[in-house]
T-cell receptor, first 114, second 115 residues
Framework: GDSVTQMEGPVTLSEEAFLTINCTYTATGYPSLFWYVQYPGEGLQLLLKATKADDKGSNKGFEATYRKETTSFHLEKGSVQVSDSAVYFCALSDPSSNTGKLIFGQGTTLQVKP | DGGITQSPKYLFRKEGQNVTLSCEQNLNHDAMYWYRQDPGQGLRLIYYSQIVNDFQKGDIAEGYSVSREKKESFPLTVTSAQKNPTAFYLC??????????????FGSGTRLTVV
C-alpha cells in the first residue's frame, strides 16, 4: 500500500542554519505531495504542496521539489528561525485510491535554538 | 472566516464512559476525516465521510463510531470498547475530489485523557 517515510527526529539546529528534512514515498499512482506543519497544541497547517513530477512547492522560505525518479519530496529552508520550531509532516494523496485520503509520515520534530 | 471548529479542546474520560468529540465546518466541504495522533506515530485515520449519511472505516476504527447527518458536522464517539483512548484527535475536511490539489483543512484538535 501507499506509505510515507520521514527522517527521524528530533532535528536540532541553531538559528540561521540550513534545514533539510527527508521524505520518501511509495505509491501505486501519481500522487500529490504535501508538507504540513504543527505548532504545539494545535492542528496541522498546510505549508506547501506539489501535484506533479518536478514541481517545486514553496512558502515562507521553505521549499520542496517533487522527484519522481527518487520518489522523494525533501523539505528545505536556507536559514531557520526559532519560530520554525514545530513538527513537520510529509503526506501524499493518491488519485488511484478514489477516497481522498491523505497518508502521513510519522512527523519530524524541529527544534531551533537561538 | 471559514474554518473547522473542534470542541472541547481538552476532554477527560473515566473508565467505561463514552465521550463524543465535536467537529463542525463552515467551508462547504463535502468530505470529512478523523485522525488520531500519538507521539512518534504520526496520524492514523479513524473514520472518513465523503457524503452526508455515508461514512467508511479507516485504519483504526475499532472502539470508535461516527455519524454524518449534516454536511457541516462529523462527530466522533469514543466508546468504552476503545482500550487506549488517550490521544490527540484531529478533524479535517476537503472538497470532494480536491484533496489532490488542496489537501485538507484541519481543526485545532481535541486532547482526550483517560482519568
Amino acid at each position: 500500500g501507499d506509505s510515507v517515510t520521514q527522517m527521524e527526529g528530533p532535528v536540532t539546529l541553531s538559528e540561521e542554519a540550513f534545514l533539510t528534512i527527508n521524505c520518501t514515498y511509495t505509491a501505486t499512482g501519481y500522487p500529490s505531495l504535501f508538507w504540513y506543519v504543527q505548532y504545539p497544541g494545535e492542528g496541522l497547517q498546510l505549508l506547501l504542496k506539489a501535484t506533479k513530477a518536478d514541481d517545486k512547492g514553496s512558502n515562507k522560505g521553505f521549499e520542496a521539489t517533487y522527484r519522481k525518479e527518487t520518489t522523494s519530496f525533501h523539505l528545505e529552508k536556507g536559514s531557520v528561525q526559532v519560530s520554525d520550531s514545530a513538527v513537520y509532516f510529509c503526506a501524499l494523496s493518491d488519485p488511484s485510491s478514489n477516497t481522498g485520503k491523505l497518508i502521513f509520515g510519522q512527523g519530524t520534530t524541529l527544534q531551533v535554538k537561538p | 472566516d471559514g474554518g473547522i471548529t473542534q470542541s472541547p479542546k481538552y476532554l477527560f474520560r473515566k473508565e467505561g464512559q463514552n465521550v463524543t468529540l465535536s467537529c463542525e465546518q463552515n467551508l462547504n466541504h463535502d468530505a470529512m476525516y478523523w485522525y488520531r495522533q500519538d507521539p512518534g506515530q504520526g496520524l492514523r485515520l479513524i473514520y472518513y465521510s465523503q457524503i452526508v449519511n455515508d461514512f467508511q472505516k479507516g485504519d483504526i476504527a475499532e472502539g470508535y463510531s461516527v455519524s454524518r447527518e449534516k454536511k457541516e458536522s462529523f462527530p466522533l464517539t469514543v466508546t468504552s470498547a476503545q482500550k487506549n483512548p488517550t490521544a490527540f484527535y484531529l478533524c479535517a475536511s476537503t472538497r470532494a475530489g480536491s484533496s489532490l490539489v488542496y489537501g485538507y483543512t484541519f481543526g485545532s484538535g481535541t486532547r482526550l485523557t483517560v482519568v
